[in-house]
Nanobody, 122 residues
Framework: QVQLVESGGGLVHPGGSLKLSCAAS????????MRWFRQAPGKERELVAG???????NYADSVKGRFTISRDNAKNTIYLQMNDLKPEDSAVYYC????????????????WGQGTQVTVSS
């Protein structure tokens, strides 16, 4: 069974930085993407950043230039370096693993972390 273990959340002042980590335990089969989502009170969950096994990345427009997603394939771990944090970045951040179906026999799967709180406040 795959579990995602997150860490790195906390309280930071505007303009500060945090680095989130997400380690996946257990076997991951086939192709997959690892992603960071976030959800603030009263708002929909949104995709923050994603990275594939090949290193392709994508970011929400709101975090481009400030956030960087990276990976360590050997550790099945992804990171989210967050710089120049703003109050609107405050949210619960969730790690996600989503399978990419490339063959009919591939079984889809999705795993979620427990979430880690990021609060940006003076």
């Amino acid at each position: 069974q795959v579990q995602l273990v997150e860490s790195g959340g906390g309280l930071v002042h505007p303009g500060g930085s945090l680095k989130l980590s997400c380690a996946a335990s257990g076997r991951l089969f086939g192709a997959y993407v690892m992603r960071w989502f976030r959800q603030a009170p009263g708002k929909e969950r949104e995709l923050v950043a994603g990275i594939t096994s090949r290193g392709s990345t994508n970011y929400a427009d709101s975090v481009k230039g400030r956030f960087t997603i990276s990976r360590d394939n050997a550790k099945n771990t992804i990171y989210l370096q967050m710089n120049d944090l703003k109050p609107e970045d405050s949210a619960v951040y969730y790690c996600n693993v989503q399978s990419i179906i490339v063959a009919d026999e591939d079984v889809p799967y999705t795993y979620w972390g427990q979430g880690t709180q990021v609060t940006v406040s003076s």
